[in-house]
Antibody, heavy 120, light 107 residues
């Protein structure tokens, strides 16, 4: 059974860097086809895909946020880390860690989400 | 980026009736499309992938169809638990993109 859990600060000041950690179980990110992706959802708005890292350590980013995003993995700890620099109130959202596996990049498992508010 | 357009933004349907939700893309995504259901305060749930394949545990009243640029999610006979938000997502091209969602509400 795949489980994912997001952790990180609930409140971030504008211009600061957000670091979120996804701790997962039930799969190995070194196994062929495995991917972890981050998706966010501002309050009352649609889902927005942010970044993905795959079993070969290849990384993919949102076009609009690629200059501010970084995704990495620590396979020894079964963790994926997302950083988003220069935070703005518009980045206030629930951030989801997700699993995509097999042959295609759709989400088959979701974390519960981490609410992040950007405010001074 | 591939643009996803879902329609209508809100759909009002009576329980027991059929609901048809649309998702269009501005370029072909073949059948590389998924549908998700989201209830208030919850993470989304995968319903359909590869445009028409139901995910594990999804009831047969949910069906997906389409290819290329036009896709449909049909719920054949609505139950109270089906009233929720629905999103489509393409995974044919980077970056991955979602539609803006359709809210399915009780009429």
């Amino acid at each position: 059974q795949v489980t994912l859990r997001e952790s990180g600060p609930a409140l971030v000041r504008p211009s600061q860097t957000l670091t979120l950690t996804c701790t997962f179980s039930g799969f190995s990110l070194r196994a062929s086809g495995m991917c972890v992706s981050w998706i966010r959802q501002p309050p009352g708005k649609a889902l927005e895909w942010l970044a993905l890292i795959d079993w070969e350590d290849d990384k993919y980013y949102s076009t609009s946020l690629k200059n501010r995003l970084s995704i990495s993995m620590d396979t020894s700890r079964n963790q994926v880390i997302l950083t988003l620099t220069d935070m703005d109130p518009a980045d206030t959202a629930t951030y989801y860690c997700t699993h995509m596996g097999g042959t295609a990049w759709y989400v088959d498992s979701w974390g519960q989400g981490a609410r992040v508010t950007v405010s001074s | 980026d591939i643009m996803m357009t879902q329609s209508p933004p809100t759909l009002s349907v009576s329980p027991g009736q059929r609901a048809t939700l649309s998702c269009r893309t501005n370029q072909s995504v073949s059948t590389n499309l998924a549908w998700y259901q989201q209830k208030p305060g919850r993470a989304p749930r995968l319903l359909i992938y590869d445009a028409s394949t139901r995910a594990t545990g999804i009831p047969a009243r949910f069906s997906g169809s389409g290819s290329g640029t036009e896709f449909t999610l049909t719920i054949s006979s609505l139950l109270s638990e089906d009233f929720a938000l629905y999103y489509c997502q393409q995974f044919n091209n980077w970056p991955l993109t979602f539609g803006q969602g359709t809210k399915l509400e009780i009429k």
